[in-house]
């Protein structure tokens, strides 16, 4: 399987000239560099470049392999080292959510649906409208609600922990509603290149989602947790508006497969490690690249500095952007990689704060569908949002993250609010009182 450095996209490379140059950056720089110091500031910056040497080195090597597969079942039965091992890549395909013949019957439902709807039902982006502004279709209810969907996302959930909650209460899944996508062969898109979710300078100016990442700002990224909850439940990705910033937390983003999809289909790309990288994308913004190219990938050569407002690939109101000259010790070109074929049933998940792509090529012969369908805690903040969305359901209006679709209640085959699976278990993930 190639890596996208065979033949990386046209992406647009982020630059300062691209870049959104606010001043008050500069004094979210030196606010954070007030509270940790220069130094732990420098000490993590050139620890985690030079944990970047080896992982990317193999990355790199692995390719498409770096990202583990497993059978729905076996997810169930993993010791504590495997599940290690997937915290420590960030993501992994879990296949056999449903049986192949439930994806199709889920695919050909929505493909009618939306097919008897044309003219109604609008997309994202506008010039290749195929993310459909389509929340409660049955297919996607069902997606979110069937019994093994909702035990993989609790099962998910447990791989974080939360100081507060050693119960672990807050893995009871909650249904977050996301779009659907039905991309036909043949036409490029270039809207989401690499990319990290779940905010973008909010990582950096919202003081309880700095606190996040608290043993990088001091000096020890190697003690960094991406899997405590502890503080990252109150964070808010949505500190600055945003149509791209979601209110509720998603431990994992998913993809749950419609269709078919392999390498060069239309289909995802993934940066397999998250501790160090997310690491990296943080302390980026306080160095300056050495004047000497051949210098680019000694960290010692990099110039702290806080008096330069640009973020790399930061806009307040969309997700953080990555590009290879931008981030140059993430060997980007190498070590993004396409996830392995995925078949109807079949699901794949990365953490939150992991950098991931859609490929700009469908080069296959068939459509590419998926349901967007991500493992949500419960926690404060989402179950309010859930209450909130609940009356969209209820009316078959657009969820309050997603404004600008149709009213789907008016929509031919609006299946109005039967859609949930999985008895009072789904209706209470979807916000109902039982």
């Known amino acids: 399987m190639p890596s996208l450095g065979d033949e990386w996209p046209d992406w647009p490379e982020v630059t300062p000239e691209t870049g959104e140059l606010d001043p008050d950056n500069i004094k979210i720089k030196k606010e954070?560099?007030?509270?940790?110091?220069?130094?732990?500031?420098?000490?993590?910056?050139?620890?985690?470049?030079?944990?970047?040497?080896?992982?990317?080195?193999?990355?790199?090597?692995?390719?498409?392999?770096?990202?583990?597969?497993?059978?729905?079942?076996?997810?169930?039965?993993?010791?504590?080292?495997?599940?290690?091992?997937?915290?420590?890549?960030?993501?992994?395909?879990?296949?056999?959510?449903?049986?192949?013949?439930?994806?199709?019957?889920?695919?050909?439902?929505?493909?009618?649906?939306?097919?008897?709807?044309?003219?109604?039902?609008?997309?994202?982006?506008?010039?290749?409208?195929?993310?459909?502004?389509?929340?409660?279709?049955?297919?996607?209810?069902?997606?979110?609600?069937?019994?093994?969907?909702?035990?993989?996302?609790?099962?998910?959930?447990?791989?974080?922990?939360?100081?507060?909650?050693?119960?672990?209460?807050?893995a009871e899944p909650l249904v977050y509603a996301?779009?659907?996508?039905?991309?036909?062969?043949?036409?490029?898109?270039?809207?989401?290149?690499p990319h990290i979710d779940a905010g973008s300078l909010a990582r950096w100016a919202d003081a309880d989602y700095r606190k996040v990442y608290e043993k990088i700002w001091t000096g020890s990224p190697s003690e960094y947790d991406p899997y405590d909850l502890t503080d990252r439940k109150g964070a808010n990705p949505a500190h600055f508006p945003g149509s791209a910033h979601s209110h509720v937390l998603r431990l994992w983003q998913g993809w749950t497969a419609l269709t078919s999809a392999d390498a060069y289909e239309g289909s995802l790309m993934l940066y397999p490690e998250v501790k160090t990288s997310i690491a990296y994308v943080l302390l980026r913004p306080f160095f300056k690249p050495p004047v000497n190219k051949d210098d680019m990938l000694d960290a010692e050569k990099w110039t702290f500095d806080t008096e330069d407002p640009w973020f790399p690939g930061v806009w307040r109101n969309t997700s953080q952007e990555l590009s290879p000259d931008a981030f140059p010790h993430l060997r980007l070109k190498e070590c993004l990689l396409h996830i392995p074929k995925m078949n109807p049933g079949d699901t794949v998940w990365w953490h939150c704060d992991m950098c991931h792509a859609v490929e700009i090529e469908h080069r296959g012969e068939g459509i590419s569908s998926v349901a967007y369908v991500a493992a949500t805690p419960t926690t404060e903040i989402n179950s309010a949002y859930v209450k909130r969305q609940l009356e969209a359901f209820l009316s078959g209006t657009p969820p309050e993250d997603f404004p600008g679709g149709c009213n789907e209640s008016a929509l031919k085959g609006y299946p109005g609010n039967k859609t949930i699976l999985n008895g009072d278990m789904g209706r209470k993930a979807v916000g109902f009182t039982v």
């Open 178 to 193: 996301d779009a659907a996508r039905i991309r036909p062969p043949g036409v490029p898109f270039r809207g989401l290149g």
């Open 32 to 170: 954070i560099v007030a509270l940790y110091g220069e130094a732990a500031l420098r000490k993590s910056w050139l620890a985690v470049c030079d944990r970047l040497k080896s992982l990317t080195d193999e990355i790199a090597a692995k390719r498409t392999s770096a990202i583990p597969e497993l059978a729905y079942d076996d997810l169930f039965k993993l010791g504590d080292e495997e599940k290690q091992r997937l915290r420590d890549v960030g993501c992994f395909v879990v296949r056999g959510l449903v049986p192949e013949k439930t994806a199709n019957d889920w695919f050909e439902d929505l493909n009618t649906y939306v097919q008897e709807n044309k003219g109604s039902i609008g997309g994202w982006p506008a010039e290749t409208p195929f993310i459909l502004r389509l929340y409660w279709s049955r297919t996607q209810m069902e997606a979110r609600t069937h019994p093994r969907a909702m035990a993989l996302h609790r099962a998910l959930n447990e791989m974080w922990h939360d100081d507060d909650d050693a119960a672990k209460a807050f």
